[in-house]
């Protein structure tokens, strides 16, 4: 992998880290007004969410679209270790994220359930 696709490749995952923030931001928002004394506004809470899941789907496509650029550069010929442990545990991490949001939406429907 030379180096300017490396710098490209860095650069469109540090976005991705900064939208991983910006979602976490958006569902400790929610978090906090569902807890809110006077009951959460509804519109708030549904635009939060709203905004949350488009982040998230974002937040994969583009995950995936790095995944599988890692499996197209291939540093040494007929050598592909680095991209297959790359890919695994890109694939546990996000896993393990998705399950987490999993998590959060079934609380969400918990609590719209119950109002």
Known sequence: MDSQMQNTSLQRLQNVGK???RVLELAGAVTDELSNSSGP???L???HCAEFMKSMKDIQV???EEIK???E???FEKCDYISRIS???CCEKLEYVLGKLDEMKQT???YNDTS
């Open 45 to 47: 809470v549904n635009n």
């Open 108 to 110: 969400i429907d918990d």
């Open 41 to 43: 506004r509804k519109d």
């Open 62 to 64: 583009m995950l995936r």
């Open 19 to 21: 939208r991983i923030v």
């Open 87 to 89: 890919n695994e545990i």
């Open 73 to 75: 550069c291939r540093p």
């Open 69 to 71: 650029s890692a499996c």
